[in-house]
C-alpha cells in the first residue's frame, strides 16, 4: 500500500531528553513536512523539506530538528530545548510544484504521534 | 496578517440533513484551496480541492464552493451520516510562496441521530 507511515503511535518523555519521531512515505512524493497539534487548534508547521538534504524552518522550529538524507523519510527530533513538547505531531508529503505557478501540490498526512512529557 | 479562519467552531446537523461549513480567507494571493476531515486521534484526510480559476467543484456527496470577491469557501456535504462526524480544516496556498498550506483552526461537525 501506498502511504505515509509514522511510529510510534504513542510516545512518552522525560523532561530534558531528546526524542525522535519517524516518518516514511512510498508516494515518491518531494516534498514532506512536520506540523504540530495542540487541542482544539489548528495545524502549525514546523519545518519542511522541498528535496533530499535540504529542509527550512517553518513557524515554530525552535527546539526541533528534522533531517532529510532520503527521499522517503523525514524524522524529526524534539529537542530538551523545547519548553512544551506534549502535543499530537503530523507528517506529510506532497509533490512539489512550481512556487511561480502555484506552489505546492496537495499534502497528504499520516496517523501522527502524540507525544507526552512525563 | 493574514490568516484562515472558520466562521463557527461547532456545527450539528441531523442525520441526512446537507451541512454547510464555512471558511474566510483574507489573503488575496491565495490560489489553491483544500478541505480536509480529522476524525479524532487521526490525520487529516484529503477531502477535495479547488484551485482559484474555478468556482465551483464536485465530489461525491461533496462540493466546494469558491466566493472570491469575499473571500469564502464553504464545504456542502450531503446526505450527513454518522461517518461525516469530525473536525474539518480549510487550508490555502499563496502564489509563488514557496512555503505550504496555512490552516483554519477547524470546525467540529456532529451528526445528530
Known amino acids: 500500500d501506498g502511504g505515509i507511515t509514522q511510529s510510534p503511535k504513542y510516545l512518552f518523555r522525560k523532561e530534558g531528553q531528546n526524542v525522535t519521531l519517524s516518518c516514511e512515505q512510498n508516494?515518491?512524493?518531494?516534498?514532506m513536512y512536520w506540523y504540530r497539534q495542540d487541542p482544539g487548534q489548528g495545524l502549525r508547521l514546523i519545518y519542511y523539506?522541498?528535496?533530499?538534504?535540504?529542509?527550512q524552518k517553518g513557524d515554530i522550529a525552535e527546539g526541533y530538528s528534522v533531517s532529510r538524507e532520503k527521499k522517503e523519510s523525514f524524522p524529526l527530533t524534539v529537542t530538551s530545548a523545547q519548553k512544551n513538547p506534549t502535543a499530537f505531531y503530523l507528517c506529510a508529503s506532497s509533490k512539489w510544484g512550481n512556487p511561480g505557478t502555484g506552489g505546492t501540490d496537495t499534502q497528504y498526512f499520516g496517523p501522527g504521534t502524540r507525544l507526552t512529557v512525563l | 496578517g493574514e490568516s484562515v479562519g472558520l466562521h463557527l467552531p461547532t456545527l450539528s446537523v441531523q442525520e441526512g440533513d446537507n451541512s454547510i461549513i464555512n471558511c474566510a480567507y483574507s489573503?488575496?494571493?491565495?490560489?489553491?484551496f483544500i478541505w480536509y476531515k480529522q476524525e479524532s486521534g487521526k490525520g487529516p484526510q484529503f477531502i477535495i480541492d479547488?484551485?482559484?480559476?474555478?468556482d465551483k467543484r464536485q465530489g461525491q456527496r461533496v462540493t466546494v464552493l469558491l466566493n472570491k470577491t469575499v473571500k469564502h469557501l464553504s464545504l456542502q456535504i450531503a446526505a450527513t451520516q454518522p461517518g461525516d462526524s469530525a473536525v474539518y480544516f480549510c487550508?490555502?496556498?499563496?502564489?509563488?510562496?514557496?512555503?505550504?498550506?496555512?490552516f483554519g483552526s477547524g470546525t467540529q461537525l456532529t451528526v445528530l441521530p
Open positions: 479547488i484551485r482559484s480559476n474555478m
Open positions: 487550508a490555502e496556498n499563496m502564489r509563488g510562496s514557496a512555503r505550504q498550506l496555512t
Open positions: 508516494l515518491n512524493h518531494d516534498a
Open positions: 489573503n488575496s494571493a491565495s490560489d489553491y
Open positions: 523539506s522541498q528535496i533530499v538534504n535540504d529542509f
